[in-house]
């Protein structure tokens, strides 16, 4: 008979819920923050010319949004904007701190994809990355 310890039951599942929150949370900010106005036309692989990620752009916007939406007084938006102002740098830290982490799982997803792919379809694949990579910083 199988005997499951309690702490480790109640660490897989705030594991599965962390996981599902993720995922959820970022398809929603894919969807309605980074790329609210995508069509299936500008999904295309090659047909997308979106300008570069612009976080104090997308932040200003989204605080004129507030403002206009909510009739924010000078004093409250004053606020709101020095909150988001560090609430994005915090961001940014955090980023640059899972950025090691980050480039480590990238590697091996492209080892497993090279391991599925055939040698014309890795070449065509690496061709396609080096497209993409002038839009990287």
Request: charged letters at 30%; a positive charge; aromatic letters at 4%.
């Amino acid at each position: 008979m199988i005997r499951f310890d309690r702490g480790a039951v109640q660490a897989a599942l705030l594991l599965v819920a962390t996981l599902i929150l993720g995922v959820v949370s970022g398809v929603a900010l894919d969807r309605w923050v980074l790329r609210p106005g995508r069509d299936a036309v500008t999904a295309m692989p090659g047909m997308d010319q979106r300008p570069r990620f612009d976080p104090a752009g997308m932040r200003m916007r989204f605080s004129n949004q507030l403002a206009r939406e909510l009739g924010l007084e000078p004093a409250q938006r004053l606020a709101i904007d020095s909150l988001l102002r560090l609430q994005q740098s915090r961001a940014r830290a955090v980023m640059i701190e899972r950025e090691p982490e980050l480039r480590r799982i990238a590697a091996e997803t492209r080892t497993a994809i090279r391991g599925i792919l055939t040698e014309e379809q890795w070449k065509r694949w690496q061709e396609l990355r080096e497209r993409r990579m002038p839009r990287r910083r």
